[in-house]
């Protein structure tokens, strides 16, 4: 045996042996036998028995190491910190609502003047779980930031058939949590780098807003407006002291830019877009803003969350006064450098907007959110009784069931979370990245509704589609929404990647359908049914860009209707002379005969419209990388040729 | 020549002229010696993973004073000792009052050591 420990033992009575026969060799005039009466071997087993203890201790700090096994939550939060995971914190559950309220009659429609806006912040309930409404849902609008129509009115009359007002329905989003605010005074002490803040609450979701005022004897709580100010310096209420300052969240400290609203005079530039005259939607330019207020979250292991705060101190506080105005400025670049942001200022008043909430709990069924416990609502209508009679008739009821509630992720859950993370990159590389990125940016800055990327001539194409005021594909580009794309993407892409933007190509198509129907069945009914199934698989919504359409599962689909008894053919033509709004987008695919097809055994018209060659593409319709199919028009572009059999 | 110790002496005492921090046994009668004391005086369940080694003579502090005691205090020291210290075999105790102090006793611990085929009656005092 070497004079040297074997790191290979493992056990008592292995580390045991080990000194025995380390002593036998080095020290064999001391004793003669190591049994266990002999003091020597007492003090041996002392010694095996701390290494025995040690190894015990290193294998377990080595477990805590290994993502498979370990199992302390702060051990799992450091795995998670070190894989650049952002530990997720209990998620709130969201339900589609319905608020609903009567309107007074206008000008043959509900006078709009007293349409109501619910405010972000208005809460709704389902027993003791509260919702909050997450982005204003104004009544005089027919359409929804993402352009989708989500106003029903229908008209209330009375015994004489006379219409005494309207009930207006509109839809929007609420997810479960509420708002609170933490406040906490900052002292001289507290400001160090990296300066945390943990919030004493259980169950905090995610924090919204971060404000710090000038001074420490406040009593007023800042205003939502205040919170959500899009810069770092806020105006105050009253215009005057004290100074107030907003801190943004960021992935990394490192972080040096966040996308914003872009300002023009302090007002939002924002872009609104008509068709046919009337205002339908409107996109807000954004931009990247560079930031020295920022802050990160994470939970700690105890499941609170916590701000860490930068480490750039202000100038003033941390060199001395004394000191000659170039050293200070050297100085500064070493004690003041704020690259990782700036700390909170001393003898200030710090207001964190967070939310609370959510869990698994906040699953409810449909129609269980019935209650509006707080109402945040504007209407600007003069008349104070007829406002009062609006807000008063406003009710709530959820249409779809809320879901994704969710607690905070077990420890298994963390480890897949951590495991299955190393390949996000916070960059785009790939064609998948583009369109992925694109997607991510904000509704009101205009996110297409299909977008499509591929690797054309070196260069990256992405090709966007929109939708128009009725729902239907679109290939206008408003400049807003192609200028902030570029923006946006400006601080993802790789450096020597080419994007280029285009519209995508719309291909509108109608159908024949053959069938034979049962004569026992309703012809219009089936007729009805078929049509609506064809709609179905043909929803815009429910294919992307680029996606083939097989004609055999539409034929599945007929085929499965009752009262069909035999599909016989299905020709689709493209429609695609530029009429009636339709486009000129011909298909990248095989056709009968030519542009100008004979065959119109079935059209009652006159038709220079190509039908595609089903036969020769095997039932597919091939989607090109930048083409979305459409059936514009389905109640004239589905023809259903019914046979009574 | 080095010289040949036989292992730590025990109870643990420092007096020798050597450069050695703790005294040792230099007789092979002082190691037995040393070994009967210690597990004389290691109370049972005290030694790392080894709770079987030592005596249990600390249970027999408030028993009374008579030959019922002795009796079993005698067999307990004869099972340990020949347990767990080879060679030696334990023929009797003789306990002792001290007459300068009522609250001590002497305690007399009478063995054989068998050294090949020669076997030698010793016996060690220990005053409790």
């Given amino acids: 045996m070497e004079n040297k420990i074997s790191y290979l033992n493992r056990t008592y009575s292995e580390y045991k042996q080990a000194l025995i026969e380390y002593s036998k060799k080095y020290f064999p005039d001391i004793t003669i036998d190591y049994d266990d009466a002999s003091v020597a071997s007492w003090l041996l087993d002392i010694n095996a028995d701390i290494a025995d203890n ?27 910190r070190n894989n650049g995971v952002k530990v997720p914190g209990p998620k709130g559950a969201m339900a589609e609502v319905r608020f609903t309220c009567q309107l007074p009659l206008g000008d043959n429609e509900p006078n709009w003047d007293y349409a109501p806006v619910i405010k972000v912040g208005t809460k709704v309930s389902a027993g003791s779980q509260v919702f909050e409404v997450l982005e204003d849902i104004d009544f005089s609008k027919q359409f929804d930031v993402n352009g989708n129509s989500d106003r029903t009115i229908v008209p209330v009359m009375d015994s004489n058939g006379i219409i005494k007002n309207y009930k207006v329905s509109k839809l929007g989003v609420v997810t479960a949590g509420e708002m609170r605010i933490y406040k906490q005074v900052i002292y001289p002490s507290d400001i160090k780098p990296f300066m945390e803040v943990i919030i004493p609450v259980e169950g905090v979701m995610n924090v919204e807003s971060v404000l710090v005022f000038d001074g420490t004897a406040l009593t007023k709580f800042p205003t939502y407006g205040q919170f959500y100010t899009n810069s770092e310096e806020v105006c105050p209420a009253n215009g005057n002291s004290p100074q107030i300052s907003r801190f943004f969240e960021v992935d990394s400290l490192a972080q040096q830019t966040i996308w914003g609203v872009k300002n023009n005079d302090n007002k939002p530039v924002v872009d609104v877009y008509s068709y046919d005259g009337v205002p339908t939607y409107s996109i807000t330019r954004g931009e990247w803003k560079n930031i020295k207020k920022k802050f990160i979250t994470e939970y700690t292991d105890k499941g609170y969350m916590k701000l860490i705060f930068g480490c750039g101190v202000n100038p003033g506080e941390a060199i001395n006064e004394d000191a000659a105005d170039y050293n200070k400025y050297i100085m500064s670049q070493v004690i003041a450098n704020d690259s990782l942001g700036e700390l909170p200022k001393s003898n200030s008043t710090m207001y964190v907007l967070y939310r609370v909430g959510g869990g698994k709990s906040s699953n409810v069924a449909k129609g269980a959110i019935n209650t509006i416990s707080l109402l945040n609502v504007v209407i600007t209508g003069s008349s104070m009784s007829i406002v009062n009679g609006v807000k008063k008739s406003l009710t709530v009821e959820n249409t779809t069931p809320s879901v994704s509630g969710k607690d905070m992720p077990t420890p298994d859950e963390l480890r897949y ?9 916070e960059r785009c590389v790939t064609t998948k990245d583009y369109i992925d990125r694109i997607l991510r940016l904000p509704p009101k800055y205009g996110t297409p509704f299909r977008v499509n990327a591929t690797e054309a001539n070196n260069k990256m194409m992405i090709h966007v589609l929109g939708l128009n005021n009725m729902g239907k594909l679109d290939k206008t ?52 049914t078929i049509i609506d199934v064809v709609n179905n698989y043909m929803d815009i919504n429910k294919h992307a860009m680029g996606e083939n359409i097989y004609v055999g599962d539409i034929k599945k689909e007929i085929s499965k209707i009752d009262g069909v008894v035999n599909l016989s053919r299905i020709r689709i033509w493209n429609e695609c002379d530029g009429g009636e709004g339709y486009s000129t987008d011909q298909i990248q695919q095989e056709l009968v005969g030519n542009a100008d097809c004979a065959d119109n055994t079935f059209r009652d018209e006159e038709t220079t419209k190509p039908m595609v060659d089903l036969e020769a593409s095997d039932d597919v319709l091939f989607g090109n990388d930048d083409t979305m199919f459409e059936i514009k028009f389905p109640e004239k572009n589905i023809r259903v040729i019914p046979k009574r059999v | ?18 450069e050695i921090y703790l005294d040792l046994d230099e007789t092979y009668e002082d190691m037995i010696k040393s070994k009967i004391l210690h597990v004389l005086f290691t109370p049972k369940g005290q030694r790392l993973r080894n709770p079987d080694f030592g005596t249990d003579l600390i249970k027999f502090i408030f028993n009374p004073s008579d030959e019922i005691t002795f009796d079993s205090l005698k067999k307990q020291i004869k099972v340990d000792i020949n347990k767990y210290v080879p060679n030696v075999n334990f023929t009797d105790i003789s306990i002792y009052e001290d007459e300068n102090n009522d609250n001590s006793r002497m305690v007399i611990v009478h063995y054989t050591i068998t050294k090949g085929n020669k076997v030698e009656a010793t016996s060690v005092a220990v005053k409790i």
Avoid at chain 1, 54 to 80: G, M, V
Avoid at chain 1, 489 to 505: H, P, Q, T, V
């Fill in chain 1, 417 to 425: 979370i951590i495991k299955y993370n190393k390949g996000a990159q």
């Fill in chain 2, 1 to 18: 020549m080095v010289k040949q110790y036989y292992g730590i002496k025990y109870p643990f005492s420092d007096e020798n002229n050597d």
């Fill in chain 1, 477 to 528: 580009l408003p400049t807003a929404l192609i200028e902030n794309m570029m923006d946006y993407l400006a601080a993802y892409r790789m450096i020597n990647d080419f994007i280029e933007i285009k519209s995508g190509r719309i291909v509108n198509l109608s159908f024949d359908i053959e069938v034979a129907i049962d004569k026992n069945y309703n012809m219009a009914d089936v007729i009805a």
């Fill in chain 1, 54 to 80: 040690l190894t015990y201790h290193i294998d377990r700090a080595f477990q805590e190491t290994n993502i498979n096994s370990a199992t302390e939550p702060n051990s799992l939060f450091a795995l998670a």
